[in-house]
């Protein structure tokens, strides 16, 4: 199964910014379309963000994080980023990186994890002042 190794989480105040790293492990993920996702206590999961394979000029974002997060890739470091600016309590949740579907296949939606998704340990994000 494709494994991802999330970091880069911590605790933040209102309006602080983060980057979020996942790497993957024990192979390359230039080939594959990459999704961030979220999930707090009590919530379902939820897709925050995706960016397309190879070059990565495909994006998606969920309408809550749009203008304050940004995906993007560097395959020289088999890592996909997720900075996020302009936190809000409201994202305070363990974040988690997968494969997901291509893009340009997406209808209606954000992301779409590829199955079967072995998530990872995920990253904690508290925003919190």
């Known amino acids: 199964q494709l494994q991802f190794v999330e970091s880069g989480g911590g605790l933040v105040q209102p309006g602080g910014s983060l980057r979020l790293s996942c790497v993957a492990s024990g192979f390359s993920l230039t080939y594959y379309a990459i999704g961030w996702f979220r999930q707090a206590p009590g919530k379902e999961r939820e897709d925050v963000s995706c960016?397309?394979?190879?070059?990565?000029?495909?994006?998606n974002y969920a309408d809550s994080v749009k203008g304050r997060f940004t995906i993007s890739r560097d395959n020289a470091k088999n890592t996909v980023y997720l900075q996020m600016n302009n936190l809000k309590p409201e994202d305070t949740s363990t974040y988690y990186c997968?494969?997901?579907?291509?893009?340009?296949?997406?209808?209606?939606?954000?992301?779409?994890?590829?199955?079967?998704?072995?998530w990872g340990q995920g990253t904690q994000v508290t925003v919190s002042s």
């Open positions: 960016i397309g394979s190879s070059d990565g000029i495909e994006t």
């Open positions: 997968a494969a997901v579907r291509p893009i340009n296949l997406i209808v209606g939606g954000v992301c779409v994890p590829l199955q079967p998704t072995d």
